[in-house]
């Protein structure tokens, strides 16, 4: 067996370890390294990192589309991806005896593409989960092999998710990966008339709307953590939130002539903002240029002056 893996994120990690300790993994391909931080320090991506560490070849194309000849040399068995993060060509799909397979964080059809499991958190869903599924052309749009589904906690944020999923999908590719070796696996078509798509999230979307409902907030910010976090702005400043919760106690009748993103009450711990149907309370902040706080640091130092101030979130 050759055995190429193809992969990016901390999610694919655990996939790529368990993996290359049952069958051994020949190559690596994974994206170019990166400038990170302010300092922009070039850094290794975590699927580097966990190949070299397991002394496995790494290759790293600008773009994959033009340069893949040394994934053709090894002529693979098997090439198995999750989360690699460019489209792969059919001279590479075409070239394993055995196939192309994915391993994807949703339960296809429903959310292709390369945000499933923030978007999932994002629009409210109770369950997601991982597929594996054979690659085709068009994006995810395969035929699944296996599938198994996870319950989405009120908790959750995109970084517990990614954890448990990883999880999830390590199991089930070692369990489902003899019987695509000894091709008596099954696999179905997926439903076309249930499609639905998870794009890549967008920096205006890290700009908090307080017209959605406190749910919608709540699963905003959530899909959202633990970076990039979500932001709104106050006397033209930046304001980044990263905890919050529904408040349950006050009297939406008593604060729905305000106006969505006022704050309504503060408190030595928190201050709380009206939305459409309900209001928030504010936990935890970063005011741009300042660290990270809790919200009773921040209104004890200029955050209480401030919020007086301005009083409507924008």
């Not at 049952?22 to 991506?45: A, C, H």
């Not at 989360?83 to 070239?95: D, F, K, R, S």
């Not at 930046?238 to 009297?251: A, F």
Request: aromatic share 6%; net charge positive; with cysteine.
């Amino acid at each position: 067996m050759k055995i190429i893996f193809m992969g990016t994120p901390q999610f694919s990690t655990t996939i790529l370890q368990a993996v290359h300790e049952e069958y051994g993994v020949d190559l690596v391909v994974t994206q170019p390294d990166r400038k990170v931080g302010r300092k922009r320090i070039l850094t290794k991506n975590p699927v580097k990192q966990k190949a070299e560490e397991l002394n496995i070849k790494v290759f790293q194309p600008r773009n994959i589309k033009k340069d893949y000849s040394p994934i053709l040399t090894i002529k693979p068995n098997l090439i198995i991806t999750a989360a690699y993060g460019q489209i792969i060509p059919n001279e590479v799909l075409e070239a394993p005896t055995l196939g192309c397979i994915n391993v994807h964080g949703s339960l296809l059809p429903k959310l292709r593409g390369g945000a499933p499991i923030q978007r999932a958190i994002q629009r409210g869903h109770k369950k997601t989960g991982i597929t594996i599924m054979y690659m085709a052309e068009k994006m995810d749009s395969g035929d699944i092999i296996s599938q198994q589904a996870i319950p989405i906690e009120p908790t959750d944020t995109s970084g517990s998710l990614f954890q448990k999923l990883s999880k999830v999908a390590k199991e089930l590719l070692m369990e489902t990966l003899p019987s695509i070796i000894n091709q008596t696996n099954s696999r179905r078509p997926q439903n076309t008339d249930k499609v639905t798509y998870a794009y890549n999230l967008k920096r205006k979307e890290e700009h908090l709307d307080w017209h959605q409902t406190t749910e919608a907030i709540d699963c905003h910010l959530r899909a959202f953590l633990p970076k990039p976090a979500v932001y709104t702005i106050l006397d033209d400043k930046r304001l980044k939130i990263y905890n919050l919760r529904i408040n349950d106690s006050i009297d939406f009748d008593q604060v729905k002539a305000l106006e969505n993103g006022e704050i309504c009450f503060i408190d030595k711990d928190y201050f709380s903002v009206k939305c459409q149907d309900g209001v928030i309370d504010i936990l935890e902040v970063q005011l741009a240029g300042k660290k990270r706080q809790d919200c009773k640091d921040f209104l004890n130092g200029a955050g209480r002056n401030l919020i007086q101030l301005s009083k409507v979130f924008k």
